[in-house]
């Protein structure tokens, strides 16, 4: 997603000018708009046109449009969005208040106002227009002295940093030195790991080398993260891969994604984070009923104690046109996050979601029991 332009001022309101260029991105504008919402972009609209001898035909005409948007339908087969509503804006063409309904497709250009835009919709447009925020795998191509690391998207990879370190050879009298070369790039290499590799988006990291550079690598890394009680590294060691590349330079990375071991392990991870978390919730629910709840009902009350740990829900029910029930979800979503508890948002274009939609669409694993968690959620699950 592109973001051509923002303006959003103190009181939330305001508008954004953006480009969907792919999927992904229609899927992401059909969760940002919203009925009541303006919506501004370029249009065919079929007008009257009388000749000079007085008889009347009709022709086709491209203008740009401003509607009052009342009702969204998302085509997933076209890829299209098909959005309804009233003209606000004067148009040569079109009369104020009358019908016209937009088709939004990938790399058209169109302006959303909103009258508040929310901690939702926002953090959806950062994620949208932020590569990094979508990149579900990094690595690490390296050989002794030369190191990428590197954030892997459908359609591009994006260099994050490049370490080069002089590294003494390996000769009779200088093997001290040697090492302490090494040691000090394998150190430069694991900061910028830290640095720029966002583990709570990635889901598998490769490193990759000729001979057994990574293999050394990884194992100082997990030493001194062990050492220097790294936390993150150590939580996340599951991710990291070691594979072949047959040079520390980026366009290895061409021969290492086509790996077939490689490309089983890379398959889908996106949905496969959300199966997990979903995983999780259901094992919780059966082996320590205690600490999963779902339904709006409980959700609210484990919110109230700050005793939400992981929150699951689905974009369905955050596209509620139901306006309260949205300020309630967004005020939780919010909450969650001021807390330090993780808030996955599943999509239900994903089975996962639609599994999470047949739950109520909303539930969480909590940090400790809360009592009297047995009220009826019969109310919540539409």
């Known amino acids: 997603m592109k973001l051509i332009y923002r303006d959003i001022g103190k009181d939330s309101s305001g508008q954004v000018t953006l480009v969907a260029e792919d999927g992904e991105d229609m899927w992401h504008t059909y969760n940002l708009l919203q009925p009541g919402d303006s919506l501004r972009a370029s249009t065919l609209r079929?007008?009257?046109?009388?000749?000079?001898t007085g008889s009347v035909g009709s022709n086709r005409v491209r203008t740009t449009l401003t509607i009052a948007i009342e009702a969204i339908d998302f085509d997933s087969q076209a890829c299209m969005l098909h959005v309804k509503g009233r003209n606000i804006q004067e148009n040569q063409y079109v009369k104020m208040g009358a019908y016209h309904t937009l088709d939004l497709e990938p790399n058209r250009k169109f302006v959303l106002a909103k009258k508040s835009w929310d901690s939702v919709h926002l953090d959806r447009i950062n994620v949208a227009c932020d590569p990094s925020q979508n990149a579900d795998v990094a690595a690490v191509v390296m050989q002794e002295g030369l190191a990428h690391v590197c954030l892997v998207l459908a359609s591009m990879t994006l260099v994050r940093a490049k370490i080069e370190t002089q590294i003494p050879r390996k000769r009779k009298g200088s093997v001290q030195q040697h090492d302490k070369g090494v040691e000090k790039f394998f150190d430069s290499v694991v900061q910028a790991v830290i640095r720029h590799i966002n583990f709570e988006v990635v889901k598998c990291v490769l490193l990759a080398s000729p001979g057994f550079?990574?293999?050394?690598?990884?194992?100082?890394?997990?030493?001194?993260?062990?050492?220097?009680?790294?936390k993150t590294l150590i939580e996340n060691k599951s991710k990291f891969l070691?594979?072949?590349?047959?040079?520390?330079?980026?366009?290895?990375?061409?021969?290492?994604?086509?790996?077939?071991a490689v490309s089983a392990r890379?398959?889908?991870t996106k949905a496969a984070s959300e199966i997990k978390a979903l995983q999780d919730f259901y094992k919780t629910l059966q082996n320590e009923p205690d600490k999963a709840c779902y339904g709006i009902?409980?959700?609210?009350?484990?919110?109230?104690?700050?005793a939400i740990d992981t929150l699951l829900i689905t974009d369905g029910l955050l596209r509620s046109q139901d306006v309260q029930l949205r300020k309630k979800l967004v005020t939780i979503v919010d909450s969650v996050k001021d807390s330090g508890g993780v808030v996955r948002v599943f999509s239900s274009m994903h089975i996962s979601g639609e599994q999470l939609g047949q739950l109520t669409?909303?539930?969480a694993i909590l940090r400790f029991p809360i009592p009297d968690m047995s009220d009826s959620e019969s109310s919540d699950d539409d």
């Open 213 to 230: 550079v990574k293999d050394q690598f990884y194992e100082y890394m997990f030493s001194q993260a062990v050492k220097t009680d790294n």
């Open 361 to 363: 669409g909303v539930a």
């Open 266 to 268: 890379l398959s889908d």
């Open 46 to 52: 079929k007008v009257q046109v009388e000749s000079n």
């Open 242 to 260: 070691c594979v072949h590349s047959s040079t520390g330079f980026k366009h290895s990375l061409k021969e290492v994604l086509v790996d077939p």
């Open 297 to 306: 009902k409980q959700i609210e009350k484990a919110n109230e104690s700050d």
